[in-house]
């Protein structure tokens, strides 16, 4: 189907060649496909001979014809309406699937009037479908008066020259009806333009009583905090503690403002922590841990010097202070890659194997040998 805000002729004419990816064993199994539009030619490509082996029961069947006896833009997509040469009944179909790689069409199977029988899909050779046109009404058989309303199928089709659509991402050309069975009286040399099948639409079920009606979700129950109309008017007060408190406990809920906004207690939870602004505050505050801590251990070590020089006392000092910073961060490298769950199965394997040692320590220390024949018990030295 062409896009509507364009016109056939504005589409670029240029040959564009699609990158050549070859085909995967994968690809084979899987190649009937519902979508009706071409974006690539990988269908054209050979693939190796030993693909068709089975080496299992379970292996799938691939089934395939040589790469030019396949069809290279195809006419006859999934939502189409086909009949079968040699059908006499002239029984309508509609195409499932198809598969380019064996020129096989799958139709929409039918339980021949019978409820509990499971519906088979059959499918065809691309060769023996003719695409239903439509109904017409035609002219009066001989040695009648009344038009009929006849089905109308394409015997022969023809197409546009196919481009590639950069918009669609597509491959897309216009296909026509050239000769039809029966004959259009109208159709001698003019050709019927043979439309795309158009995408189901989204089927919305109805709401159940486990969904939300419309009109309930559009309601807004958001109130705006009452603020003072002054500007020098005090801002409402609000207290975490309290609100948290009052929602454990409903006898506490009469000492909270209900008028209060709600922003102060999820300002937390809903301000961003990776923001600039944080980040350079908490190094900041990192910093200033950190010279607190330098100062602290200078101050320490130059009141006690215990026989040392100043120079010396600071030097120990500033050691100290450098190994206590990279104890933290070796200690936050370790934590960063440890699992909380692995942790916790850490610490429950080292809890079992200290039962087993004070266990194994205690029969030990209980241990009672019975009296027999061939003991001795050795003399004090």
């Given at each position: 189907m062409l896009c509507s805000s364009y016109t056939w002729s504005s589409y670029p004419r240029t040959r564009i060649t699609?990158?050549?990816?070859?085909?995967?064993?994968?690809?084979?199994?899987?190649?009937?496909?519902?979508?009706?539009?071409?974006?690539?030619?990988?269908?054209?490509?050979?693939?190796?001979?030993?693909?068709?082996?089975?080496?299992?029961?379970?292996?799938?069947?691939?089934?395939s014809v040589r790469p030019k006896d396949r069809v290279k833009y195809w006419n006859v997509v999934p939502g189409d309406q086909i009949r079968l040469l040699g059908d006499k009944t002239n029984t309508l179909h509609e195409v499932l699937s198809?598969?380019?790689?064996?020129?096989?069409?799958?139709?929409?199977?039918?339980?021949?009037?019978?409820?509990?029988?499971?519906?088979?899909?059959?499918?065809?050779?691309?060769?023996?479908?003719?695409?239903?046109?439509?109904n017409y009404e035609l002219p009066p058989a001989p040695g009648s008066l009344e038009a009929q309303i006849t089905p109308v199928?394409?015997?022969?089709?023809?197409?546009?020259?196919?481009?590639w659509n950069p918009f669609l991402r597509r491959f897309d050309w216009q296909r026509f009806a050239t000769n039809t069975v029966p004959r259009l009286p109208s159709s001698a040399g003019e050709r019927h333009l043979v439309p795309w099948p158009e995408a189901p639409k989204a089927r919305i079920p109805e709401p159940s009583s486990y969904d939300a009606a419309h009109d309930v979700v559009a309601q807004v129950t958001y109130e705006l905090p009452k603020f003072s109309a002054s500007v020098n008017g005090p801002l409402p007060r609000a207290s975490e503690d309290a609100?948290?408190?009052?929602?454990?406990?409903?006898?506490?809920?009469?000492?909270?403002?209900?008028?209060?906004?709600?922003?102060?207690?999820?300002?937390?939870?809903?301000?961003?922590?990776?923001?600039?602004?944080?980040?350079?505050?908490r190094f900041r505050e990192y910093q200033i841990r950190i010279k607190a801590v330098r100062?602290?251990?200078?101050?320490?070590?130059?009141?006690?010097?215990?026989?040392?020089?100043?120079?010396?006392?600071?030097?120990?000092?500033?050691?100290?202070?450098?190994?206590?910073?990279?104890?933290?961060?070796d200690e936050r490298k370790k934590m960063r890659w440890k699992h909380k769950a692995e942790m916790a199965?850490?610490?429950?394997?080292?809890?079992?194997?200290?039962?087993?040692?004070?266990?194994?320590?205690?029969?030990?220390?209980?241990?009672?040998?019975?009296?027999?024949?061939?003991?001795?018990?050795?003399?004090d030295i």
């Open positions: 699609m990158p050549r990816f070859g085909l995967t064993r994968q690809q084979l199994i899987r190649g009937a496909t519902t979508s009706p539009w071409t974006t690539n030619f990988r269908h054209m490509e050979a693939f190796p001979k030993k693909w068709r082996k089975r080496f299992s029961i379970r292996d799938p069947v691939i089934k198809i598969n380019k790689v064996s020129n096989r069409v799958f139709v929409k199977g039918t339980s021949d009037g019978d409820e509990n029988k499971v519906k088979s899909n059959k499918n065809y050779h691309y060769s023996r479908c003719q695409l239903f046109i439509g199928f394409a015997k022969r089709l023809g197409t546009s020259a196919p481009f609100f948290l408190a009052s929602i454990i406990n409903p006898h506490l809920r009469d000492t909270v403002d209900a008028t209060a906004p709600v922003e102060p207690f999820l300002h937390k939870e809903l301000s961003n922590p990776h923001s600039r602004a944080k980040k350079l505050r100062f602290e251990l200078l101050t320490h070590e130059l009141k006690h010097l215990n026989g040392r020089k100043p120079q010396e006392a600071r030097a120990e000092a500033l050691f100290k202070w450098r190994a206590m910073l990279k104890s933290e961060r199965n850490l610490e429950r394997k080292a809890a079992r194997k200290a039962r087993k040692e004070v266990q194994q320590r205690r029969r030990l220390t209980e241990l009672v040998l019975e009296e027999g024949k061939n003991q001795v018990i050795p003399r």
